[in-house]
T-cell receptor, first 113, second 113 residues
Framework: AQSVTQPDIHITVSEGASLELRCNYS??????LFWYVQSPGQGLQLLLK??????LVQGIKGFEAEFKRSQSSFNLRKPSVHWSDAAEYFC???????????FGAGTRLFVKA | DAGVIQSPRHEVTEMGQEVTLRCKPI?????LFWYRQTMMRGLELLIY????????DSGMPEDRFSAKMPNASFSTLKIQPSEPRDSAVYFC???????????FGSGTRLTVV
């Protein structure tokens, strides 16, 4: 069965600073990997996804993520954070043989001026 | 596209009452998922359907919970009888196929008093 760990419960960064959110997964093969963002009172929105090909994937809102098989990681990055990026971010892993996706516990991002 | 539509947005009910949550997935998406989100347990997959057929309901917490998908454009999640510990945000999501990621609805915030 797949599982996903987000080690950081919350992170605070200054506006304009770079951001990296960590995600580690467990799965026997290469899984589907996703990052979602959730603003308060809203549903989750898909930022980007990876299954195969280039290990650096670009997403919406200027985010990117890098798949590192050797580290079982799929970290999310953004070069310059904006105040509107303050939200909760979820890493998720999906089994390639089915439709089920498991979500991490989330990392809450705070942006200070 | 209007996205995934959930109703109601908020529901307050008394313990013991029946609660029905509704979801309209995106047209053409053949998979539908019900998740529950709480502070303590995060995002939990309750049940998912593929082509209107329930595939995995192992996340349904008790027999008090039931879900149906009578056609490709409508699904319900019913709790009968409701209990205070059922208070949570319930999300519906749909997907066109494996690996595409989900589109989430805005959720239903359920409060059982």
């Amino acid at each position: 069965a797949q599982s996903v760990t987000q080690p950081d419960i919350h992170i605070t960064v200054s506006e304009g600073a770079s951001l990296e959110l960590r995600c580690n997964y467990s799965y026997g093969a290469t899984p589907y990997l996703f990052w979602y963002v959730q603003s308060p009172g809203q549903g989750l929105q898909l930022l980007l996804k990876y299954f195969s090909g280039d290990t650096l994937v670009q997403g919406i809102k200027g985010f990117e993520a890098e798949f590192k098989r050797s580290q079982s990681s799929f970290n999310l990055r953004k070069p310059s954070v904006h105040w509107s990026d303050a939200a909760e971010y979820f890493c998720a892993v999906g089994a390639t043989g089915g439709f089920k996706t498991i979500f991490g516990a989330g990392t809450r991002l705070f942006v200070k001026a | 596209d209007a996205g995934v539509i959930q109703s109601p947005r908020h529901e307050v009910t008394e313990m013991g009452q029946e609660v029905t949550l509704r979801c309209k997935p995106i047209s053409g998406h053949n998979s539908l998922f019900w998740y529950r989100q709480t502070m303590m347990r995060g995002l939990e997959l309750l049940i998912y359907f593929n082509n209107n057929v329930p595939i995995d309901d192992s996340g349904m917490p008790e027999d008090r919970f039931s879900a149906k998908m009578p056609n490709a454009s409508f699904s319900t999640l019913k709790i009968q009888p409701s209990e205070p510990r059922d208070s949570a945000v319930y999300f519906c999501a749909s997907s066109p196929d494996k690996g595409y990621g989900y589109t989430f609805g805005s959720g239903t915030r359920l409060t059982v008093v």
